[in-house]
């Protein structure tokens, strides 16, 4: 599944890619992360009043791969049965980021 967070003119600032990924015989999630440097360049502009909040904000979605094997699954094994509730852990924290800075959700 592919999550992305938009600007107000459907340009795409964040894209983030879950799957499960299979590899030398075993199965795990695996997600990969992209702010996109243009766009999410333009939005900070637009609002340097909340520079440091998006800095910090964007930051930590550029390192969600980090959250997923440092956090999420802390100490525990990377299992593909998690999918469903790795999916629902991101949209809830991607839908609040939307909310947050006013941009749009999108899933494909």
């Known amino acids: 599944m592919i999550l992305f967070l938009r600007s107000q003119k459907n340009r795409t600032i964040v894209d983030i890619e879950c799957f499960v ?3 030398e015989g075993r199965e795990f999630i695996e997600l990969h992360a992209t702010v996109i440097i243009n766009e999410y360049s333009k939005f900070l502009l637009e609002n340097l009043d909340r520079k440091d909040e998006i800095i910090s904000d964007f930051q930590d979605m550029s390192e969600l791969r980090g959250w997923l094997w440092e956090n999420f699954f802390m100490g525990d094994d990377n299992d ?3 999918y469903p509730n790795v999916i629902k ?3 809830t924290m ?3 980021f ?3 800075y006013n941009l749009y959700y ?3």
């Open 21 to 23: 990924k299979k590899e």
């Open 89 to 91: 852990e991101l949209q």
């Open 80 to 82: 593909p049965k998690e």
């Open 106 to 108: 999108v899933e494909d």
């Open 98 to 100: 939307a909310q947050k």
């Open 94 to 96: 991607l839908k609040g």
